[in-house]
T-cell receptor
């Protein structure tokens, strides 16, 4: 089974801090994605990557950046955390459209 | 209008009931469709793909209606363990490759 591992299950950060959310997959997938999930808004795509060093903006990239230096690792960066970035963050990995596998999520609280 | 819309529910049904959810999508060029299941405080997991001809997996049946641009999920003989949020997912080809769009999810609660 594909495993997608997110480094932290719960995080609490202060406003203005730089926050790194790490995601690692073990199946040599080209495609990786970062979503945030909020009540009433569903899953929204922040950024995605189809290859190493490649990134594309999703629907809500403002306030975020990403890094894909190695195929297995896709990092989401909050340059200066704000309270409206309090959310559940989900990383996903895929080889093909039908094979999306999600990590267990990181619940980030910005205070 | 949202690209992918679902009734958020909750749908409260007794054990053994049959329940159906619909999901509408706005982009007629969408190519692939899936249902995901998400348990409370867990990540979404693929439940089943949705094919034009319809597909069935045990108590679950998924169908696609391209003309009316909706997909459906039917659950027969509901179990308590079916309680979850069901997310429909639509994939559309774009300049940067395939784009995955999630519906907001429909919450199902199966009662004893």
């Amino acid at each position: 089974d594909v495993k997608v591992t997110q480094s932290s299950r719960y995080l609490v950060k202060r406003t203005g801090e730089k926050v790194f959310l790490e995601c690692v997959q073990d199946m040599d997938h080209e495609n990786m994605f970062w979503y945030r999930q909020d009540p009433g808004l569903g899953l929204r795509l922040i950024y995605f990557s189809y290859d190493v060093k490649m990134k594309e903006k999703g629907d809500i990239p403002e306030g975020y950046s990403v890094s894909r230096e190695k195929k297995e690792r896709f990092s989401l960066i909050l340059e200066s955390a704000s309270t409206n970035q309090t959310s559940m963050y989900l990383c996903a990995s895929s080889l093909a459209p039908s094979g999306y596998t999600f990590g267990s999520g990181t619940r980030l609280t910005v205070v | 209008r949202k690209e992918v819309e679902q009734d958020p529910g909750p749908f409260n049904v007794p054990e053994g009931a049959t329940v159906a959810f619909n999901c509408t999508y706005s982009n007629s060029a969408s190519q692939s469709f899936f249902w995901y299941r998400q348990d409370c405080r867990k990540e979404p997991k693929l439940l089943m793909s949705v094919y034009s001809s319809g597909n069935e997996d045990g108590r679950f049946t998924a169908q696609l209606n391209r003309a009316s641009q909706y997909i459906s999920l039917l659950i027969r003989d509901s179990k308590l363990s079916d309680s979850a949020t069901y997310l429909c997912v639509v994939i559309t080809s774009g300049n940067a490759g395939n784009m995955l769009t999630f519906g907001g999810g429909t919450r199902l609660m199966v009662k004893p």
